[in-house]
């Protein structure tokens, strides 16, 4: 009988294996920024990002600043609930905040990966049409497999990929769930001023695809994969609260917006966490406006927290030595 975390690991695979782009990297020379899911609609009731815009924009310019590559994660634009033209209208200014990234010389510091809410960037033509003035000709792709090396010396792997990838309503039928999004529950939510569900609100879902997408991974080696999907940062195979709670024993902790955190942990099941194989970017449409994202540089990967406006603020949640996560997941 085929499972749930099944199905995800065929999706996965299939993205590992046969759309995914391949890249190799020197440690000393990794500077990343992964954001996923902003879910950018047309500035109305039913959209999720405009209250992250500015927190948003202003860890853009940090990472530019700071020569960062700006990897966005998949359902960058809420496409299902709206059609292209409006959305991009309405954000014309964040997309050129991006766009200095693709423009970057003499090397392109920027990728865009497909999700499921943003699944017409699957079709080239589509891309052209809409986002060419913006990402200067780079691909939107749906997976990469980016092989870390330390002085030639090859440490391990990294598979970036959205993580809608297997599920029956965001993979094999996306169509048709697009279709009801965009003429059912997008009017309900514009009434009722109801935000976006699954999974990063429905916990039985979100813990059912936490736990597939790190069995997935536990069982490959050599390999982290980093996804987003749920809007749920997970950290070295743990959940948040779990990833707290290990912080908590060891020293320290940051300081957190608690209303914030008991969002995150809300009906949270545990990880295995038996190997730091998964890690979890959340996302950039929180209800506070914060936005979290995977930074990778200095040697380090990071879980870190924007705080929202009228002051964005960086808050380094979590880090680790990305050579040792990698030795770790080798065996």
Known sequence: MTTYADEIARGLTRVYNQNSIDEEVELTDMRMAVLSDLHKGQRDRADDFQICEQTYRA???????????????????????????????????????????????????????????????????????????????NPVIEGLRLKVRDQGDLLGELFLVHGHQGTLESDRFAGLSALVVRYVWRPIQRLFNIRSSTPSNNFVLRAKHELAMYSYAEQQSGMVLIAGHTHHPVWEGLSLEQAMETQRAIGPTPEVDPRWMSEQTAEAVPLPGRKPCYFNSGCCSYSDGSITAIEIADGEIRLVRWEPSPAPNRVVLFSADLAGVLQAVAG
């Open 59 to 137: 860890a853009a310019d940090h990472y530019w600043l700071e020569e960062f590559e700006l990897l966005l994660l998949g359902d960058i634009e809420e496409l299902w609930e709206c059609r292209p033209n409006p959305v991009i209208r309405e954000y014309e200014d964040v997309l050129l905040s991006e766009q200095r990234f693709a423009d970057a010389s003499p090397a392109r510091r920027y990728k865009r990966f497909v999700g499921n809410h943003d699944d017409l960037w699957y079709y080239p033509d589509e891309v052209r049409k809409h986002l060419a003035p913006y990402i200067d000709g």
